[in-house]
């Protein structure tokens, strides 16, 4: 990675899933020292603060089928233009979450500077789904789809335009819990899912050589969309929707460490803290120090 200012922009977006705690995502992975972490590493740094999101006990539900969809435009466009700003002046955004719903904005103000976006959906969850295929009703599991141009208007045309990217241009690593109606998706516009299956017989390095050559093929930019669930649970329990047998702490960093390498990275999110139900902070060090690979960190 180039030593590009960077500018944090916290998101503490929890209209997105139905376990509480994770608006305060944000917080915790500052106050693992993550500004401090990338000025040892030398870089300039300025934190925005957070984007303004109203708290769900203030607002209406909605369709149940589409939970609070209208709210969750309104601050992903507020996020899209604050990640667009950043962009203008030439800063790397680092966007601190919050649900992965917020990736519908972050996406959308990323990919508007882009011909040709590439992205890194790092995550147990492919976030496919529509107001139709929904097993909850939760947007949070509809951003990638909504990138990709597919689901409600709204949230498709967050921006103003879309699609923000091409399936041809996504690559998922991690994935290991699909719903059928995500599972048809993928298979209908071709996308690449590296699955744990094929992390657990290729073996990190090969999953992320591949990956990282599918991203940078024919795009002008990158953006990472890391869910903290990715992870294993034992090793980033604060998360809302743990899902048993995922990538190591140490594979992870590996997949950081070679993004880093590459050179290919122009932006990313990190999402799905939830304080709440970590331990001792946990699962926002573990957001930090992963960061901290991504931004160029070495052992020697």
């Given at each position: ?163 923000k990217v091409k399936p041809e241009n996504v690559v998922m690593v991690g994935i290991r ?124």
């Amino acid at each position: 990675m180039s030593k590009q200012p960077v500018s944090v922009i916290g998101m503490p977006m929890d209209l997105g899933q139905g376990r509480r705690g994770v608006d305060m995502g944000p917080s915790a992975i500052r106050y693992a020292k993550l500004q401090a972490t990338l000025k040892a590493l030398g870089y300039e740094v300025e934190d925005l603060g957070d984007i303004q999101v109203p708290s769900p006990e203030s607002i209406d539900i909605g369709d149940n089928h589409l939970k609070f969809l209208s709210p969750i435009c309104d601050v992903n466009e507020a996020l899209a233009n604050a990640v667009s700003a950043v962009i203008e002046r030439k800063r790397f955004p680092l966007v601190l979450g919050g649900d992965h719903s917020m990736a519908i904005g972050t996406i959308a103000g990323v990919a508007k500077h882009y011909n040709n976006l590439g992205l890194i959906w790092y995550d147990a969850h492919g976030d496919l789904n529509t107001g139709d295929t929904s097993p909850s009703g939760n947007i949070h599991g509809m951003s990638l789809a909504a990138s990709l141009g597919i689901g409600h208007p709204a949230l498709v045309n967050v921006g103003g335009y879309a699609p923000k990217v091409k399936p041809e241009n996504v690559v998922m690593v991690g994935i290991r819990e699909l719903d059928k109606g995500e599972q048809e998706i993928a298979r209908e516009i071709g996308l690449k899912v590296f699955t744990m299956h094929e992390i657990d017989r290729l073996g990190m390095a090969r999953v992320m050589e591949e990956a990282l050559a599918i991203v940078g093929k024919n795009t002008d930019g990158v953006h990472l969309s890391l869910d903290l669930d990715g992870l294993d649970p034992k090793d980033a329990p604060g998360v809302g929707t743990p899902v048993p047998g995922g990538i190591t702490y140490r594979e992870s960093h590996l997949a950081l460490e070679m993004m880093s390498e590459s050179n290919l990275i122009t932006s990313a999110e990190f999402v799905e803290v939830n304080p709440i139900l970590d331990r001792e902070n946990t699962t926002a060090k573990v957001a930090v120090a992963l960061i901290s690979s991504l931004f160029g960190k070495k052992i020697l």
